[in-house]
């Protein structure tokens, strides 16, 4: 049972769980803001339109694509 | 890092596990990269929420039984870095890989077309919502609708109740006529008729389609069209999916014919270019049984085992049949053309609406005036979407073919893999 960090809120998750499923287990499930100011959540589930483009640990990450792991740190805004 | 070869397969789905297996008792150095965290593709993708059928499970076994299959997860392309040569990245790293001969199972991506409040949170694909799902979304006691055309909008809708979903509506784009013409033929594939059955849920209404998603913030609803008459749900999930697009980015930049959208291939499964094969949904969407035929033709061929491909050709030939009645039944209606106003955004990386794009003579035009295309995705989300409302072919894609970090894209100075 993972327990990782998103926006500030520490979230224990199933072992498989995707980032973009923990966006919706710990918050709004929202990923991002777009270049209008919209916030945006995970739309193709499959690696493809970067909708769900967050910050893991300093890198930019697809959220759908990449599982939970003990002490990541996740940011969905800048 | 750098890696070698003799067999590169892109794509771990049933395609490409297939055609790891059937070429590993060749002894090739077989190594197979996939994007996804888990081998199994998108129909069986895995997490806390998903049940794999036993053959994933078998297949997904073998694969890593075998000594000579070395499975990269996680892993992009992101550039051809020479002849035989591509440039990959993973979470942590980017190197090359050389390879003596390539087998393309890159799949299909699903057709997300533009409707009016389509970028609200809540709003995902059909497919997509099945894959958050089980990715391990909770959508328990969650108001769900489901819009667009295929069989995935009944996959989708079973995988949503199985998770404590009220499915409210399923709207499949397709006639009446054109559906129960398909289910008539489903006979000739006994497996897929006790699959529909399972599938079938007494929301299903065919000539009806999403004509906006409701909200301010987040999705509150939706209106939808249900044979002629237009009626509002509120809902907490809209998941609309209107069919399959073939993934034929990176072999068109490798410079593989196209045969209308998919990749072109002989009965080999061979592409346009020497050495470089493909299988599965890339070369035309057919569902798994036929990408785990094609994946073990291709195989075969590409370690030089013709027999063996050979036998596999009647099954093929069977499997096809079903994806011609499949691809016929679910053709899409003109009206879907003009669900997008003025003011929709069509290209959601740049946040491009339908009014800047419209009266453009090409994807090109329209790309130097709007930047539509050319944010994150590449393209990958409007320019399947423009292709259905204006026609507009998307051009070949340029390397990096995704984001990639900049360490990455320094090892193209490294000495290239032997």
């Known amino acids: 049972m993972p327990d990782l960090v998103l926006d500030g809120r520490t979230l224990r998750v199933a072992e498989g769980t995707t980032v973009a499923a923990a966006l919706a287990l710990a918050s709004d499930g929202c990923s991002r803001t777009s270049v209008s100011g919209q916030r945006r959540a995970p739309l193709c589930g499959m690696g493809i339109c970067q909708e769900c483009r967050v910050t893991i640990d300093g890198r930019r990450r697809l959220a759908c694509q990449t599982l939970c792991h003990d002490g990541m740190q996740v940011r969905t805004r800048p | ?418």
């Open chain 2, 1 to 418: 890092m750098n890696e070698f070869a003799d067999l590169l397969i892109i794509g771990a789905g049933p395609a490409g596990m297939s055609a790891a297996l059937a070429a590993a008792p060749s002894g090739a150095r077989i190594i197979v990269l996939d994007d996804n965290p888990l081998p199994g593709g998108q129909i069986w993708r895995d997490g806390p929420q998903a049940s794999l059928p036993n053959q994933a499970r078998q297949m997904r076994e073998r694969l890593h039984a075998n000594s000579n299959i070395r499975h990269h997860s996680g892993t992009r392309v992101i550039a051809c870095s020479g002849p035989k040569q591509l440039l990959v990245e993973d979470a942590d790293h980017g190197w090359q890989i050389g390879y003596d001969k390539l087998i393309l199972c890159t799949g299909a991506r699903e057709l997300l077309l533009p409707f009016p409040g389509w970028t609200l949170p809540g709003v995902t694909g059909a497919g997509g919502l099945q894959a958050l799902i089980k990715g391990g979304l909770p959508v328990q006691d969650e108001r769900v609708v489901i819009a667009g055309s295929g069989p995935l909008l009944l996959a989708s809708a079973a995988t949503a109740k199985h998770n404590g979903a009220h499915v409210l509506s399923i709207a499949e784009q397709a006639s009446s006529v054109a559906v129960t013409g398909f289910a008539l033929q489903l006979p000739r594939w006994p497996g897929k008729l006790v699959q529909s059955f399972s599938l079938f849920d007494r929301h299903y209404r065919t000539g009806s389609h999403v004509v906006a998603a409701l909200g301010n913030e987040r999705l509150e609803g939706v209106r939808l069209r249900q044979q002629g008459k237009i009626v509002e749900l509120a809902c907490d999930r809209l998941a609309c999916g209107f069919g399959l697009i073939p993934n034929t980015q990176l072999g068109q930049a490798l410079g593989c014919t196209l045969d209308g959208t998919a990749l072109a291939v002989d009965a080999w499964q061979a592409t346009s270019l020497a050495d470089h094969y493909a299988a599965g949904e890339c070369t035309g969407f057919g569902g798994s049984e036929l990408a785990l035929v094609e994946g073990a033709i291709a195989g075969h061929a590409a370690v030089g085992n013709t027999a063996a491909a050979r036998q596999l050709w009647p099954r093929r030939t069977r499997w096809q049949g079903f994806a011609k009645a499949l691809n016929n039944a679910f053709s899409l209606s003109p009206h879907l053309k003009s669900l997008a106003q003025a003011d929709t955004l069509v290209c959601r990386c740049e946040d491009v609406p339908y009014a800047a794009l419209a009266g453009h003579a090409d994807w090109r035009a329209a790309k130097l005036a709007s930047r539509c295309g050319m944010g994150a995705c590449q393209g990958r989300v409007c320019g399947g979407a423009l292709q259905y409302l204006f026609d507009w072919q998307p051009s070949a894609p340029r390397p990096p073919f995704s984001p990639a970090r900049i360490e990455t894209l320094m090892c193209l100075d490294d000495t290239p893999p032997a």
